[in-house]
T-cell receptor
Framework: DAGITQSPRHKVTETGTPVTLRCHQT?????MYWYRQDPGHGLRLIHY???????DKGEVSDGYSVSRSKTEDFLLTLESATSSQTSVYFC????????????FGPGTRLLVL | GQNIDQPTEMTATEGAIVQINCTYQ??????LFWYQQHAGEAPTFLSY??LDGLEEKGRFSSFLSRSKGYSYLLLKELQMKDSASYLC??????????WGAGTKLIIKP
């Protein structure tokens, strides 16, 4: 299994507060992704990174920002959390974009009250 | 728009065979993935198809028809531990994965 950890694993926060989720990998994979998973929806891409300081938006990027200052760490920040951002957040990594498989971290359950 | 369709839920009996279908309409095609996801856990990779035909891997097989925009995952000799959601995902022309909502498979003894 790919070495991917996410922290925190669970978080409860209040509307309007900033929240940062961390993804850490030990595989030295170039690509890192943040997805959210909600009932009745497929995984939806929030942002992804293709190298240190190289990031791009995904399908549902509004209200989220990311940073990647080191190969192994990819941070997702909710600038001002809203109840609609209550979700399970998964980080994934891959070596490349072609046929490369994405490997997922254990997920973070976020509840915004 | 881009769309991946899978049945929401299926039920099968331990020891039997089940086929989970996936149809897709995407902007471009660069491969199709199947993942397994147990409740409360992360998705884990099962199979990858980029050419038409059947890929077999133990009890699991995956089929692809690009002309029909169709794939299926075949699970044989079902075991209770196969109770999970099965996610179909297509890599589009931008090399992004577009995901179906998943099929929850319930195995009964």
């Amino acid at each position: 299994d790919a070495g991917i950890t996410q922290s925190p694993r669970h978080k409860v926060t209040e509307t309007g507060t900033p929240v940062t989720l961390r993804c850490h990998q030990t595989e030295n994979h170039r690509y890192m992704y943040w997805y959210r998973q909600d009932p009745g929806h497929g995984l939806r891409l929030i942002h992804y990174s293709y190298g240190v300081k190289d990031t791009d938006k995904g399908e549902v990027s509004d209200g989220y920002s990311v940073s990647r200052s080191k190969t192994e760490d990819f941070l997702l920040t909710l600038e001002s959390a809203t109840s609609s951002q209550t979700s399970v957040y998964f980080c994934a990594i891959s070596q490349g974009q072609g046929s490369e498989t994405q490997y997922f971290g254990p997920g973070t359950r976020l509840l915004v009250l | 728009g881009q769309n991946i369709d899978q049945p929401t839920e299926m039920t099968a009996t331990e020891g039997a065979i089940v086929q989970i279908n996936c149809t897709y309409q995407t902007s471009g095609f660069n491969g199709l993935f199947w993942y397994q996801q147990h409740a409360g856990e992360a998705p884990t990779f099962l199979s990858y198809n980029v050419l038409d035909g059947l890929e077999e891997k133990g009890r699991f097989s995956s089929f692809l028809s690009r002309s029909k925009g169709y794939s299926y995952l075949l699970l044989k000799e079902l075991q209770m531990k196969d109770s999970a959601s099965y996610l179909c995902a297509v890599r589009d022309s931008n090399y992004q994965l577009i995901w179906g909502a998943g099929t929850k498979l319930i195995i009964k003894p």
